[in-house]
């Protein structure tokens, strides 16, 4: 009953979605505040109710109900709790489910928190985003609904991929959807804007926070997804510009590129017309995202979620969305005024020449992804494009941004001057390029490229530590002076440190641990040790140790540096007689901010007959970074979220004068 | 990443597992060719594999071309040899780094080309900027011709023609 429940109550949010389009684009026209009131409260009950049908999916997989057929595809009577739970966003129509309450989740709190809008532009943005949330919940309603139920239920479920039963990834599909969704909002705000004909600063400071949120929830959902394949996959690589990696990694980027061209538009007036383009592309690449993923028209098929027909219906909806709306901006475009006047040394500038190097990445990704599509219908030949194009273009883009980032800042706006930032600069370049040199001088096997990636690390943190320095005045006020202009620094001022030098984490661990780790491997009887590097890892022995769903065997190994016990391993190999897979658990030591990493492999025979086991060691330095480089990115950007300047509501204010 | 690509990649890995390239069992007696080879697994597409290198995969495929790879190089061929016979008997496919051909030349220019246009549409909007920083408007120009004409005696219609491109 409880899962009929959940369908009608899906049904009700199609419904009330429909209603939500309607309400407030009939509440826009008549200008009636009662039906766009009304509109408002179609979005908060869309979400609540859809709320109550997601509960209700999620009842079905705790409670393992396989005559509904998503379950029984999806999940196992023995499986843990926690990934009974996760398997209700595991499939296709459980995550487009998910997809929903997002879109809807959104709507909501532009409904019941968007009170600095002007009437007019939330009525139209509240029409668009259920617009949106229209034709997505009929989509999942008719061609991918989680609640069909089977005329003959199977006694045990299918079980969710072994691999997918994981801590990390229970919780990163959530927040990669809140990502990719909130995008939505940005996008509403600005086929809204662009219907009213009103672009201007207080336009670009309404859709900042959406933005910021957006973009933070994805850095944290692509990172635990990263993080993921770090120590599930056994082989310690965290990045395979992988088509679906790529297609979360592109709103991304134009997120970024949106966030920094919004705050021109915002300061200064200038750009409009770019920041509403980027703010259509960012949920253009969202849905370009769903459609990839989904539709299999680039991976091999994929009996989990892969499905052409839907996939087709997919990039029907993409492509009318993206269509229309920007056909509506390339009306409008031509009425938008340019705005502020500044000159080639200024922060518009800056964060101008950051908006091209993003755009030109994004492209680089979009490019490197589809290629092998495009080749294939030009030429019929069939090419791959992998990691050793995107080191070859993606990463200098990159590195020449990353040489920009500090000088942003520390520009003044409209005209600024370089020397003034440049002497700031100096600690940044001096520690930099003595942090490259060293490494290319004490650090073996010598590398160029990886030293001068250290070096531009060292720029970005202490570039980014610098502007903060300077906005406190530190050292050349009193200290009591900067310690009370510390406290009084703007979140948002805060939020663009943090960001920056979380790249900055970011690129030092990257570099460092692409190129300077170690690895070893060898078969080993209980007793017999590996050398890696400084490290002796012992094996001491390998046991059989079962779990709720799986058969697992585990090896104890002991590591000793300079002969002294640093950590006891205990990797693992699983085996999950529901599906018939085998897994590896590696066992991580965290050493400092690097990993000793520890992968039992297969049983072999043997001289005279005895087992021996296949181990593989991989130190990673500095491998922690790259996760914590992420962390601390979209911290910047929650922390920038709660910046006052943001929730006020200048626009509101303005519209009161007037 | 969405779930339905995890799954991909889970599958992915439970079918292959491991970086298999590393196999005390595979390796080349001489360090410094075994050193060459596994630099060029990683330019190497396994073919079955999804968007792997044979470096990561314990495909079947994969080993058999990585011993044919470390054959290759022991045999004392250098990269580009391999590369060309790699090619020569599987397609463009097998490599992971396009080839620099006229058929591929839009994707290798094009972020050159992405940043080129940026770049000249920046130089474009500072000129713009700089002319109509440096151009008055007639009600400008009239305020400023009184300013200075009423210091200088001089007819104001004569320097603030709006018609003038240096007024």
Redesign the interface.
């Known amino acids: 009953m409880i899962v009929e429940f959940g369908a009608f109550a899906m049904i009700l949010a199609l419904v009330l979605s429909v209603a939500q389009v309607g309400l407030s684009a009939v509440g826009r026209l008549r200008r009636s505040a009662l039906l766009a009131g009304a509109g408002e409260g179609a979005a908060l009950a869309g979400f609540g109710v859809l709320t109550l049908s997601f509960a209700a999916l999620i009842y079905a997989f705790v409670i393992s109900d396989f005559s509904v057929a998503n379950v029984a595809a999806n999940s196992h009577s023995e499986k843990p709790a926690l990934y009974r739970v996760s398997a209700a ?4 129509e459980g ?1 487009m489910l998910l997809w929903n309450i997002a879109l809807t989740g959104f709507g909501a709190v532009l409904a019941w928190r968007g009170r600095a809008l002007p009437r007019d532009l939330k009525a139209s943005a509240l029409a668009v985003q259920g617009l949106i949330g229209t034709v997505f919940l009929a989509y999942t309603a008719l061609a991918s609904n989680p609640f069909v139920r089977l005329a003959d239920p199977p006694v045990e479920g299918r079980s969710l ?4 039963q994981d801590p990390a ?1 229970a919780v ?2 959530p927040f ?1 959807y809140a990502g990719y969704v909130g995008m939505s909002v940005v996008f509403s705000l600005a086929v809204a804007a662009l219907i009213e004909g009103r672009i201007d600063a207080a336009w670009a400071r309404w859709v900042r926070p959406w933005a910021l949120a957006a973009w933070s929830f994805l850095t944290v959902g ?1 990172a635990l ?1 990263s993080y ?2 770090y120590y ?6 965290w990045w ?6 790529n ?2 990694f592109m709103p991304w980027l134009v997120g970024a590129a949106l966030l920094h061209s919004a705050v021109v538009t915002e300061k200064r007036g200038a750009l409009p017309g770019w920041t509403v383009f980027l703010a259509i592309a960012a949920f253009s690449f969202s849905m370009l ?2 459609f990839l ?2 539709s299999g028209v680039l ?2 098929v ?1 009996a ?3 499905d052409p027909t839907r996939g087709v219906l997919l990039l029907a909806i993409l492509l009318v969305f993206s269509g229309s709306a920007f056909a509506l901006f390339a009306w409008r475009a031509p009425s938008l005024t ?1 705005g502020g ?4 040394i200024s922060r518009e ?1 800056a964060l ?2 950051n ?3 993003l ?3 994004t ?2 990704v979009l ?2 992804t589809l ?1 092998p599509l495009i ?1 294939e219908a ?2 019929g ?9 995107f080191n ?3 990463t200098p ?1 990159m590195a020449l941004l990353c040489v920009v980032v500090p000088f942003g800042p520390l520009l003044a706006w409209k005209r600024g001057d370089l020397s003034p930032a440049v002497r700031a600069l100096l600690p940044a370049l001096v520690l930099g390029v003595a942090t490259g040199l060293a490494a290319l001088w004490l650090l073996t096997p010598r590398k160029a490229f990886a030293s001068l990636g250290l070096a531009l690390a060292v720029w970005l943190i202490v570039g980014a530590l610098t502007e903060a320095a300077q906005r406190i005045r530190l050292f050349k006020a009193p200290l009591a002076e900067s310690f009370r202009r510390l406290r009084g620094l703007p979140r948002g001022a805060w939020g663009a440190t943090l960001a920056h030098a979380g790249l900055g984490i970011f690129v030092l661990g990257a570099c460092f641990e692409t190129a300077w780790k170690m ?5 080993l009887a209980p007793g017999q040790s590996l050398r890696l590097g400084a490290w002796e890892l012992v094996l001491k022995d390998v046991r059989r140790l079962d779990g709720p769903n799986y058969e697992a065997v585990t090896a104890r190994i002991t590591a000793l540096r300079d002969g002294r016990e640093v950590c006891a391993l205990s990797p693992s190999r699983r085996f999950y007689p529901a599906g018939g ?4 658990e590696v066992a991580i030591c965290s050493v400092d901010v690097s990993h000793l990493y520890v ?1 039992l ?1 297969e049983r072999r025979e043997g001289p005279g007959g005895k087992p021996v086991w ?1 181990v ?1 060691g991989y130190w990673n330095p500095l491998a922690v970074l790259i996760f914590a480089g992420p962390a601390v990115m979209a911290l910047g950007g929650l922390i920038s979220l709660t910046d006052r300047r943001l929730r006020l509501a200048p626009g509101r204010r303005r519209e009161a004068q007037t | ?11 992915l ?2 079918a292959l ?3 298999a390239a ?4 595979e390796r080349l007696p001489d360090p410094a060719q075994e050193a060459r080879a596994r630099i060029l697994f ?2 190497v ?1 396994c073919m079955v594999c ?4 044979i470096e ?1 995969s314990e495909a079947e495929l994969a080993v058999d071309l990585r011993r044919m790879v470390r054959e290759r190089v022991a045999a004392g061929d250098d990269d580009a040899a391999v590369r060309r016979w790699l090619v020569e008997r599987y ?9 620099l051909s006229a ?2 030349l ?3 220019l ?2 050159l080309a ?2 080129l246009a ?2 000249l ?2 130089a474009e ?2 000129r ?3 002319e ?2 440096a151009t008055l408007t007639p009600e400008e120009a009239e305020r400023l011709a009184s300013l200075v004409g009423g210091r200088n005696g001089h007819d104001p219609a004569l320097k603030s023609s709006p018609d003038d491109p240096i007024a």
């Open positions: 966003w595991g499939s296709h995550s991929n072994p691999l997918l990834l990163h599909p990669l692509i997804g993921w394949a599930e996959l056994g082989w310690g690589g395979f510009w992988d088509p679906v990696e297609a979360s995202g769903a993923v989904r991976t091999s994929h989990f979620a892969v340019p006047v500044f000159a080639p500038s101008v020449t908006n091209i190097l755009s030109a990445a492209l680089t490019l490197g290629f080749r030009v030429t030949e069939a090419i791959s494009v992998g990691p050793p194009y070859l273009t993606f883009l690895e070893a491997a060898q078969t897979q085998t897994t590896s992968v492999g296949l593989r | 990443m969405r779930r339905a690509g995890l799954a991909l990649l889970a599958a890995a439970s597992c491991l970086a590393a196999d005390p069992a990683k330019e597409r999804q968007n792997e290198s990561d397609g463009e496919f097998v490599m992971l780094r396009p080839s058929a591929n839009v994707l290798w094009a972020p992405a940043v940026g770049g549409a920046l909007r500072l713009q900027g700089r109509a920083a």
